[in-house]
């Protein structure tokens, strides 16, 4: 059980659909996590980088779920099986709070919301998730 609670999350999980051969999202909202957010200083992001970027980082702790794939599995899952389910994939879309918006283009997210952060690690413990993003 996430210990501080102070938000709900929407998850926006990319797929391919085969039937109109575009990338689409499947939302689902998660109740009850922590979301805290921070500034990062970052020193050499890639080889050879001399240079310095600063970056918001967030975390997320997120109880375990019924409902939870993994990646590759989620998108592998028929359109049917697919509504069952979500994941944290690399790239998926994290919007804070109960979204009730679906998207034809991920970049609605960031026009029409300000907490749009992007998966860019999970890591599983005992008890619950802990989703990186920026």
Known sequence: ???????????YNKYFDKSSGLDKY????IEGVNWSSKTKLVIGKTVGDKGA????VTLIII??????????QFKNLSDAD????FTFGLGDKIVKGNINF????????DKNYDDVVTVTAAKPLSRHWEVEAE
């Open 63 to 72: 109880d375990k779920l019924d409902n939870y794939i993994q990646p590759k």
């Open 26 to 29: 499947q939302r689902t909202v």
């Open 102 to 109: 679906e998207v034809t283009k991920i970049a609605d997210l």
């Open 1 to 11: 059980m996430v210990l501080f609670p102070n938000s709900d999350i929407t998850i």
């Open 82 to 85: 697919r509504i069952n389910y």
């Open 53 to 56: 970027t600063v970056t918001d």
